[in-house]
Nanobody, 125 residues
Framework: QVHVVETGGGLVQPGASLRLSCAQS????????MGWFRQAPGKEREFVAA????????YYADSVKGRFTIARDDGKKTSSLQMNSLKPEDTADYYC??????????????????WGQGTRVTVSS
C-alpha cells in the first residue's frame, strides 16, 4: 500500500500561482501513475492532471490545460502540480492519488488505489 500526503494549498488572489506537492511512501515500486483531482464545494470530484511514473506521459483536464503543469521526481517519489493564472473557479480541495495498475489514460477516480487527505486551494480577491 502507498501512503500519499499533499502539501501546498492556501489562499491566493486571481492570477496568482501556487504549487502543490505530493509525497508517497510505502510500496511505491508498483506505482504506475500519480494523479491530481479536485472537489469544489457542492460539486463532485473531478480529474485535474496525471503523470505516468515510468514514461512521464501527462494528461490534463481541458479546464487547466496551459495553466497547470504536473511533474514527478522519481528519486524523491514526489509529484507536483504547478498552478498558474489561477481563477476563482479553481477553488477546491485538491487530492493526490496513486495508481498501481496500468491506466490509459489515467483520468478516472476508479483507476487510483491510494489517496491523500486533500489540501485546500482558495482563489479569491
Amino acid at each position: 500500500q502507498v501512503h500519499v500526503v499533499e502539501t501546498g494549498g492556501g489562499l491566493v488572489q486571481p492570477g496568482a500561482s501556487l504549487r502543490l506537492s505530493c509525497a508517497q511512501s510505502g510500496s511505491t515500486y508498483n506505482t504506475y501513475a500519480m494523479g491530481w483531482f479536485r472537489q469544489a464545494p457542492g460539486k463532485e470530484r473531478e480529474f485535474v492532471a496525471a503523470i505516468t511514473w515510468a514514461g512521464g506521459t501527462t494528461y490534463y483536464a481541458d479546464s487547466v490545460k496551459g495553466r497547470f503543469t504536473i511533474a514527478r521526481d522519481d528519486g524523491k517519489k514526489t509529484s507536483s502540480l504547478q498552478m498558474n493564472s489561477l481563477k476563482p473557479e479553481d477553488t477546491a480541495d485538491y487530492y493526490c492519488a496513486a495508481a498501481q495498475a496500468i491506466c490509459l489514460p489515467c483520468t478516472e477516480e476508479k483507476q487510483y488505489d491510494d489517496w491523500g487527505q486533500g489540501t485546500r486551494v482558495t482563489v479569491s480577491s
